[in-house]
Every structure is written in structure tokens, then in C-alpha cells.
């Protein structure tokens, strides 16, 4: 099952699916009226009110993606939150209350969903102009040739209700400001060739089931300037009682008419197709493909997507992984170097980069106990390309990389893993850690790894870019489950990077690391 959550500015709306090898079955569709618009626009944040309703109506999701078994998501908010300066208090309220991670995505991505939706319904019909029409903003598709150019555009019904303090009926000077303020960001842009546009969002819904009665398709410019009269002067109450919509369609719907009518006349559109589809589809579809490839046999370029996008995830999430990518480059040295001893697959060691790129994303969370907020994130969060129990094992090694030794050992044989995987847990988590001590300072000083085995010890031999230091002795303090696991102590040499290391005579031997039961450093 995977599932799709989408806060616009005027109501947040959530899907289920299921995938299956040739379509995508919706099971469960809804949307909360929570207008996370309003203050957004006029005053520049979010209202506390608003957050507590949005914070319920996500909890709410949560609880229906916990019973259907979800098991992949994305949930993405657009205008309102993407203008409020205090945005980050409803994305940390949501993930620590909600239990879900939230991408504020740009018009850009607004537009490029919304296409991917239409095109997958329409196909080759697909009309050379898209509409969609939101709260916030206005995302418009336009076709040229064989690609096709977006606007984002400030025209959101709820920004216009807000900013020009529009309410009820609305009067001939208020309808003609929103015209003139509809057609001011539209007249630079070229008029369509065919006449046609698909126009999505609820509002074109909601409109052509006005103008043509249920479930209708389309709805012509002309139709539904005949019904603009009615429809602007009428008050919300009336619209509720005529139309059958809730109370904050009705609210919105007259400005919405009004741009679509002021954008048709401006772009040359007589028609609108409406193929009833939105952002949420678009997600749908996306995790579908993700999880159609992730059951495909994996080969390097799936390796490599999903190293990619465990990198779009750290971004999304604003976290540096300039550490994450030292490590990683440490493990994966570690991994090819050592095969005879951990025995581990190909596969296991790809996993093992994305856990080493994102065992500390938790920071952006919270420091303290970061290493339990990496695990939840990488277990919640859109990473495209992970199975199931690939996820579990990177979440997992992550949660690892800290602690003593016994407290993780303990840990790992407390989860729900098979034996097999806990074994395979416990090398992937003994090769992070290790990796993860050599960049002890985040300083990314090691510019070559190369490891020998000498008799019952592992020698790290560690070219650095600034020379040895007194502290290099910290450099092992995690190789604590490496030797319980493999059973090897480890100890290293370290020269500087411009030197020859034939050149260099060995450093003091220093003392052992604490903990380390011989383990040493020279």
C-alpha cells in the first residue's frame, strides 16, 4: 500500500493505493478543510489554530495509513506553507506529533506533479495548456513543441480572498479587481494553438459539475461566463444550498470562476477538459514506480538511483551530509576491502552507503538522541528504490552508529529481524561505526583507506591531509563491535598526504583507545 497526502491552501487532502504489477487501485480517498492559507498571505505565518487543525487532520492520516499498511508515502505542502515565515513550527509539530514527514515543495514541482497526473490520464489527448488552479497559486503548463515551459503564478483563490479582503457576494468593483489582477500576471504569456486546456484542482471540478451536472469532464468558456452573474453576486449560503458544496468551496468558488473565465479569454481557451486528477495522483504514481523498481533484480544503475536519492532525501530534509559522504566513501572502502571477513553481498554494501550518508540526518531533528530520529526518518521518509526490509536494515544500522557497544549489541537482538538479518545487522553496523570514527571530528581529513590483515589484527593504514595528530588515537574508539564481530583488533598508521609513506618513520605508539581491549594506534 502506498499513500499520498497533499496541503494546499484551502483543505489538505490524503489517498491510499495499492500497487499492482500493471495499476494502481485507490482504496481510500478524503480532504480535511483546514485552510492553511489566510494568514499566510496577508500576515506571513501560520495561525496556531491552524496548526493544531492541521497537526489532527495529519494524525488522522496517520491512523489511516497505519490501518491499510501503508508502507511508503509522500507528503507534500505548497503556497500557504511555502510563504509562512514560521513554517518550520507546523513541519516539526507534524513529524513529532503526526508522525509525518512533510516536503514544502516549489511552483516548479507543483506543475511538473500536476502534468505527470494529466498526462497519465489523457495521454496523447492531453491539450497543449494545463490549469491548476489552487488556494495559493496558479500553476500553468504550457506546451511548446516536444517540451513544455511552467508559470507559477500568485492567483490562488484563497490568497485573493485574503489579501483583497473579498467575503460572500461580491460586488462589480471587487470581481472586475480580480480580473484585472488575473489578467496583469497572465498577458505575457503566449495564447494556446488549439483552444483547449485541462484545467485541475476542485475548483474546475467543482465547476464543471455547476455548469453540467455530475462527474462532468469539461465545461466550455462560454457556459461559464453566462453563469458568472449568478454565481459572483450570489452570497456563500446560497452558493452552499444551489451547488451542494461545503462551505469553503463555496467560498472560493466565485473567484475561481473569475479567473478561469479572465485566463481563458487572455490565453485563447474556449474549452476545459477536466480529467479529475491532481498533485496526490501524481505521488501515486511516482511511488509506484519507485516500488515497481525496487522488485526489479538490482544492477549498478539501481545502486546508483538510490545513493541519489537517499541524497534528495538528506536535501529535502536540509541536512549537510558532507560527514554523511566522508563515511560513506570510508564504508564502502571498508566493504571492498574486507569481503573475506564480513561476507556480506553487493547489495548489503549499497546499503550500507545510504546508511552511512544518512545516519546522522536525525541532527536536523534534534542532537540529543539523534541516532534514534535518523532511524524513525529513514524509515518514514521518501527514499525511492528500498524494499521493505532494506529499509529496515539502513534505518536500523543507522540507529546503531552510537552508543556502547552492549547497548547496541542488545538492541539488535531485541528487533523483529530474522537471525540471518540480525547477523548481517550487526557486520553492517560494525563497518559504519568504524568508518564513522575515522571522520570522528567532521573534518573529512582521511584521503585513503587501505586495510591489511596482519596475523589477528586488522593495520589501517590512513593517508590524512593535515599529518598525524596527538588525537588520532580517537580515530578507533568505534571499532568496538568490529573486533567483537570479526574478531580482529585493529590498529593504524597514519602519514601525511604530500609525503611518500616509504619516507616517514613510524609515529610514537600511542596509548589504547579505552574499551578497545588492545586495540592500538601507531
Not at 76 to 97: M, P, Q
Not at 127 to 150: A, H, M, Q, Y
Not at 233 to 262: H, I
Not at 416 to 445: F, I, N, P, V, Y
Request: charged share 25%; hydrophobic share 45%.
Amino acid at each position: 500500500m502506498i499513500g499520498a497526502i497533499d496541503a494546499g491552501s484551502n483543505a489538505i487532502r490524503y489517498m491510499i493505493a495499492e500497487v499492482t504489477a500493471s495499476d494502481i487501485v485507490k482504496v481510500e480517498a478524503d480532504r480535511m478543510p483546514v485552510r492553511l492559507g489566510g494568514a499566510a498571505f496577508t500576515q506571513g505565518e501560520l495561525e496556531e489554530a491552524t496548526i493544531a487543525q492541521a497537526v489532527e487532520a495529519f494524525s488522522h492520516f496517520r491512523n489511516r495509513f497505519s490501518l491499510h499498511g501503508v508502507s511508503a508515502y509522500r507528503a507534500v505542502a505548497t503556497s500557504a506553507v511555502r510563504d509562512a515565515h514560521n513554517r518550520d513550527v507546523l513541519l516539526h509539530r507534524l513529524y513529532h506529533e503526526a508522525g509525518i514527514e512533510v516536503e514544502v515543495i516549489e511552483g516548479d514541482e507543483e506543475a511538473r506533479l500536476v502534468r505527470k497526473a494529466v498526462l497519465q490520464q489523457l495521454g496523447a489527448a492531453t491539450p497543449s495548456c494545463i490549469l491548476d488552479l489552487g488556494g495559493g497559486s496558479l500553476e500553468i503548463n504550457l506546451r511548446k513543441g516536444t517540451s513544455w515551459k511552467v508559470a507559477s503564478l500568485p492567483v490562488g483563490t484563497v490568497r485573493l480572498l485574503s489579501t483583497f479582503g473579498l467575503s460572500g457576494a461580491l460586488s462589480d468593483a471587487e470581481a472586475a479587481m480580480v480580473r484585472r489582477y488575473a489578467a496583469t500576471l497572465t498577458q505575457s504569456l503566449p495564447a494556446i494553438s488549439d483552444s483547449v486546456a485541462a484545467a485541475t484542482g476542485g475548483n474546475a471540478e467543482a465547476l464543471a459539475q455547476m455548469l453540467h451536472g455530475t462527474a462532468a469532464q469539461s465545461f466550455e468558456l462560454a457556459a461559464l461566463e453566462r453563469s458568472l452573474p449568478d454565481l459572483v453576486s450570489a452570497s456563500v449560503e446560497e452558493r452552499m444550498q444551489r451547488l451542494g458544496v461545503r462551505r469553503d468551496r463555496a467560498e472560493v468558488l466565485a473567484v475561481a470562476a473569475l479567473v478561469f473565465a479572465t485566463v481563458g479569454r487572455q490565453l485563447g481557451i474556449s474549452r476545459f477538459v477536466v480529467p479529475g486528477v491532481g498533485i496526490r495522483d501524481a505521488l501515486l504514481l511516482e511511488l509506484a514506480e519507485s516500488a515497481r523498481t525496487s522488485q526489479q533484480t538490482h544492477d549498478g544503475s539501481h545502486d546508483k538511483a538510490l545513493i541519489t536519492a537517499a541524497r534528495a532525501f538528506a536535501n529535502r530534509a536540509h541536512h549537510d551530509i558532507a560527514h554523511g559522504e566522508q563515511v560513506r566513501r570510508l564504508a564502502a572502502a571498508l566493504f571492498r576491502q574486507l569481503r573475506d571477513l564480513h561476507q556480506l553481498s553487493d547489495r548489503h554494501g549499497v546499503l550500507l552507503e545510504v546508511a552511512a550518508l544518512l545516519h546522522d540526518i536525525g541532527e536536523v531533528v534534534n542532537l540529543r538522541g539523534h541516532h534514534k530520529h535518523s532511524e524513525y526518518m529513514i524509515r518514514w521518509g521518501r527514499i525511492p528504490g528500498l524494499l521493505d526490509e532494506e529499509r529496515e536494515l539502513v534505518a536500523l544500522a543507522a540507529r546503531c552508529h552510537r552508543k556502547p557497544v552492549g547497548d547496541v549489541k542488545k538492541f539488535i537482538s531485541e528487533t523483529a529481524l530474522s537471525k540471518e538479518q540480525r547477523s548481517q545487522l550487526r557486520r553492517m553496523a560494525a563497518l559504519l561505526r568504524l568508518a564513522d570514527g575515522l571522520d570522528t571530528e567532521h573534518r573529512q581529513r582521511i584521503s585513503q583507506l587501505v586495510c591489511t590483515r596482519m596475523g589477528d589484527e586488522l593495520v589501517l593504514d590512513l593517508t590524512v591531509r593535515d599529518g598525524p595528530s596527538r588525537d588520532d588515537g580517537q580515530l578507533l574508539r568505534k571499532a568496538d563491535l568490529f573486533r567483537e564481530e570479526l574478531g580482529l583488533g585493529v590498529r593504524m598508521t597514519v602519514v601525511r598526504q604530500e609525503e611518500p609513506a616509504a619516507s616517514v618513520a613510524p609515529a610514537p605508539r600511542a596509548t589504547p583507545a579505552p574499551g578497545l581491549n588492545g586495540t592500538h594506534a601507531t
